[in-house]
């Protein structure tokens, strides 16, 4: 019990770090609410992003608060981690490498009956940094152009209260409280001619979003899951400072000034997945979701937001039958992913796929307590149609610690 705290602690201290450094640096994060984020909970990244269909019996699934239902009782599941992530960019004729470290999530779970159980989770919704110089734009309605530099940091945080509940022992159902909140800050001066304009603005956000999900097992091999995530305002509202330089003169606009900004709209988004087991020790998954962008009506100033399809495949096989080692108790993982985007810049969407091998590592003999570590290598993005290529490689690691609660001593 000492070691688990001990290896608590020292986890914790590794992902709060890496959160206080950096989130991500990303040049697409200068769009809407910045790079969306996808914490993935226990071994879920080694499976591509995959399991809306699987039961929250050994980790705590985010993906469907269904999965909660299936919890065993007296099982208390504590789930944290971070990433480090090596990224390159390049546009045709330049390139350039950034490194950075972020945060995952911290999340906790525990069955509140013996049919239903809840889960409280903090993890990042959104990261909003990046830094863009000497970017030369058209002047709408001319033939000139200007200069643009812009630089950011910040993002939306994800507060995520969820319940499950299984009916019988074949059908679950669940429902999640998402809150989100955070600022944003967004730093540009404009060059055009022997004029130049610097507007530094900090925008907040905060707003709720509702979910729900089900879950139904065919039998102990086949479980099918559906996630629906209602559409939600984000209300918003900015503070700005103006100041133009021309000729040597500098002119204050303004200071600090308060204004109410269009809320950010989030669109209806359905999720459906399946997973199958063979031969008692592989696992498939395989998820698919339609997020409706254009029905929120948004733009943004260099793209437009469309219909987003995300496609997750996953492969997992860990060895059932005549465990007589711990590489025996290890569990391998492989998976697919690609995201078709919701930003459509130039008439061209910025796209992202990735492929991810990982192990989960168990930490003691008697619980689901293990190590997750995940390789993943990703492209998002393409050098044609004016976009940045960007080129990944992440390391994810996830602590995931099982505690058996509230059951009585056998022996003294």
């Not at 918003?236 to 950010?264: C, F, G, H, L, P």
């Not at 459509?344 to 091998?357: A, G």
Request: with cysteine; hydrophobic share 35%.
């Amino acid at each position: 019990m000492k070691n688990k705290i001990t290896l608590v602690s020292l986890f914790t201290l590794f992902v709060t770090t890496a959160f206080s450094q950096s989130i991500s640096s990303s040049p697409y994060s200068i769009y809407g609410l910045g790079s969306l984020y996808d914490s993935d909970f226990g071994s879920i990244s080694s499976i591509g992003s995959s399991g809306i269909a699987l039961p929250s019996n050994r980790f705590i699934n985010n993906l469907n608060p269904a999965s909660l239902g299936y919890m065993y009782q007296n099982h208390f599941l504590f789930d944290v981690g971070g990433k480090s992530i090596l990224s390159t960019y390049e546009d045709g004729s330049n390139k350039e490498s950034r490194n950075n470290f972020q945060f995952s999530h911290i999340a906790l779970a525990f069955p509140v009956t013996s049919k239903s159980a809840v889960s409280v989770a903090l993890q990042p919704y959104s990261s909003a940094t990046y830094k863009i110089s000497n970017l030369l734009l058209p002047i709408e309605n001319s033939t000139d152009k200007y200069i643009l530099n812009a630089s950011g940091s910040g993002g939306l945080n994800d507060f995520d209260l969820s319940y499950g509940y299984r009916i019988g022992k074949k059908i679950a159902l669940g429902i999640s409280a998402n809150y989100l909140f955070g600022n944003t800050i967004d730093n540009r001066d404009y060059t055009v001619s022997n004029s130049i304009t610097t507007i530094n603005k900090t925008s907040y956000y905060n707003g709720l979003r509702v979910s729900l999900g089900s879950q139904v097992q065919i039998d102990s091999t086949l479980s099918f899951g559906v996630n629906l995530k209602s559409p939600s305002q984000i209300k918003a509202s900015k503070v700005q400072s103006v100041v133009s330089y021309n000729n040597a003169v500098t002119t204050t606009i303004e200071t600090d000034a308060n204004y109410d900004v269009d809320d950010y709209y989030l669109p209806l988004e359905v999720g459906v997945g399946v997973s199958k087991v063979f031969k008692n020790n592989v696992n498939f998954t395989l998820d698919y979701k339609k997020i409706f962008w254009n029905s929120t009506n948004q733009s943004d100033l260099y793209g437009n937001y469309v219909n987003q399809d995300k496609f997750s495949l996953g492969f997992s096989y860990s060895k059932t039958k005549t465990i007589r080692s711990y590489f025996d108790r290890i569990q391998y993982a492989t998976g697919f992913n690609y995201d078709s985007g919701f930003l459509e810049i130039e008439n061209k969407k910025v796209d992202n796929l990735s492929f991810s091998i990982g192990v989960s590592l168990p930490v003691e003999n008697q619980t689901f307590s293990a190590l997750n570590v995940t390789y993943s290598y990703g492209q998002k993005g393409s050098v044609s149609n004016g976009l940045i290529k960007e080129n990944y490689h992440k390391l994810s690691l996830n602590l995931c610690l099982d505690g058996i609660w509230f059951v009585k001593r056998k022996f003294n």
